[in-house]
């Protein structure tokens, strides 16, 4: 899966003719390949002529607008804001905090001439922008009346990447960063694991993704931060992908930039700041979550059309046909359900039910002289495949119904093919073993130590994904403080044999 660039080939393997895909490769013969085969087939995105970075397809760009969307409101809701910030960061800034710049100085993209000068000072094109926002709120915030300070924005960003893939790890994408500014360390604390809660919710309840939430280990944290946790995913391939991250970063940036504010009791002192992200990165997730050999499947709530209407071009279909199309379109379009009419005519029904299947549509309405006749329409689902007849009179409840049961449907079958793939090992025999295919996760204990875990990854590419929290967690309760991950668990680690009071979900990854 590590194709780049413009990919100009005249034909190969994988099913393509001058570049562009004519069938999909099964997911049991290279689930890399379906992958980017789905991708450009579905029109989600495609290579382009800079090295590492692709096109996002309006279909694809769709889906992020509906990521977007939700996520917006959900941030909105919880007190926080919008703002946007430079592109470009002054090297001596980014230099200020030591661990940062050395998470991320090998996937920096340096900025040396502006036009036919020579720069006084290099630029950086942000990686992530904690640097150029702590400036910004070292100027802003004075005293504790200005706290907290919580700001989000849509931006794009650029880590140079060696190996790419589209959507999973481009040299380019977009996300959302949210940069927040605290009193305390508590209220910090609460922010950190609220956002994380707040993302957890979104990926189960919009793109229908089970994850798994709790905190990363100290070499897997976020460059700078105290505390890093996340969401994990599992893919359809049995390995893991972090959804979504949420940084405790303590006050090693507001130090490192100089943000500081007159207390309560007039005593100066630095915030407590945080800051959290998810991307197009979770695009390629949908996709490996719920996709099957005849391409993508879209959960109803992130799906572009939720319905495609379908004539059935029959005598003079264009007059009897087509205007009842047009009707349930304006019915279903009533009640709140994105929905497509295809009345092409250079195209077959035939070749149409496979097009949309392809692109995930979740229900298909098919509508011909006969159905009419009935005053019903032949409904298919993505999912099960099942087609029924429904009635005209009230589609609009009936198909609601359909997109909420294909909704529930989606997020309980990927949450029992984790479970299927979830297991507990006991020897590190056992853990390797099962590690040299892709199992899904494996818990197991772990002492903690980075020796450990370290040799854990190069014995097995797996690695520690998260320490999830207690069941207290899974029901998505407020946060309480700050919970101990994984605290009460018998055994011994698996790689030492020594004492170990954490169970962690190691997996193979994206």
Not at 179 to 200: D, F, G, P, R
Not at 217 to 232: M, N, P, Q, R, V
Not at 302 to 317: D, E, F, H, K, S
Request: hydrophobic share 40%.
């Amino acid at each position: 899966m590590a194709e780049q660039g413009g990919g100009k080939d005249n034909k190969d393997a994988g099913g393509k003719k001058d570049g562009k895909v004519t069938e999909i490769t099964p997911q049991s013969e290279d689930f890399s390949r379906w992958y980017l085969d789905v991708v450009r087939r579905a029109e989600l995105a495609d290579y382009t002529d800079v090295k590492g970075c692709m096109a996002i397809r309006p279909y694809g760009y769709a889906i992020w607008e509906l990521i977007q969307q939700g996520l917006d409101r959900r941030f909105k809701a919880t007190g926080h804001v919008n703002a946007y910030f430079p592109l470009f960061i002054p090297a001596s800034l980014l230099m200020k905090e030591k661990e940062h710049v050395e998470g991320f100085a090998p996937q920096v993209a340096w900025v040396t001439r502006g036009g036919d000068e020579e720069l006084a000072e290099p630029l950086i094109v942000r990686p992530t922008s904690e640097a150029i926002i702590g400036t910004m709120y070292a100027k802003w915030i004075k005293s504790w009346r200005d706290l907290p300070v919580l700001i989000n924005q849509w931006a794009n960003v650029v880590r140079w990447e060696k190996v790419t893939r589209p959507f999973l790890r481009t040299t380019e994408f977009l996300w959302q960063e949210g940069h927040t500014a605290h009193e305390t360390e508590a209220e910090a604390q609460e922010e950190t694991l609220k956002i994380l809660a707040l993302y957890k919710e979104f990926a189960e309840t919009e793109l229908a993704m089970p994850v798994v939430d709790g905190q990363k280990s100290e070499s897997e944290k976020f460059a700078g931060a105290s505390k890093t946790y996340s969401i994990e995913a599992l893919m359809g391939d049995g390995r893991a992908l972090q959804a979504g991250t949420s940084h405790n970063l303590g006050q090693n940036f507001a130090k490192a930039f100089e943000i500081q504010f007159q207390g309560r009791e007039k005593e100066v002192q630095h915030v407590w700041t945080t800051s959290w992200g998810v991307s197009t990165r979770l695009i390629g997730g949908l996709i490996m979550t719920h996709g099957d050999d005849s391409g993508l499947i879209l959960p109803p709530r992130i799906a572009p059309y939720q319905v495609v209407i379908i004539p059935i071009p029959r005598g003079n279909w264009q007059e009897t046909v087509l205007p009842k199309a047009r009707e349930l379109q304006a019915e279903l379009l009533e009640a709140g359900v994105r929905v497509k009419l295809d009345d092409r005519d250079a195209y077959t029904p035939g070749w149409k039910f496979a097009e949309w299947e392809l692109r995930g549509v979740p229900l298909r309405i098919e509508i011909g002289p006969k159905d009419i006749e009935k005053s019903a329409v032949m409904i298919a689902r993505r999912d099960t495949r099942e087609k029924s007849s429904v009635a005209i009179d009230g589609i609009g409840a009936a198909v609601t119904a359909l997109l909420d049961d294909i909704q529930k449907g989606l997020y309980d079958r990927a949450l029992k093919y984790r479970e299927e793939h979830t297991q507990r090992v006991s020897t590190y025999d056992e853990f390797k073993k099962l590690m040299e295919g892709r199992p899904g996760f494996l818990i197991a204990g772990w002492c903690g130590s980075a020796e450990c875990e370290n040799a854990i990854k190069a014995d097995t590419q797996a690695t520690v994904r998260n320490i999830p929290f207690g069941a207290e967690r899974v029901a998505l309760r407020e946060p309480q403080g700050d919970p101990e991950p994984g605290r009460g668990v018998a055994g011994t680690c698996i790689k030492c044999g020594r004492e170990s009071s954490v169970e962690a979900w190691f997996a193979k990854s994206y």
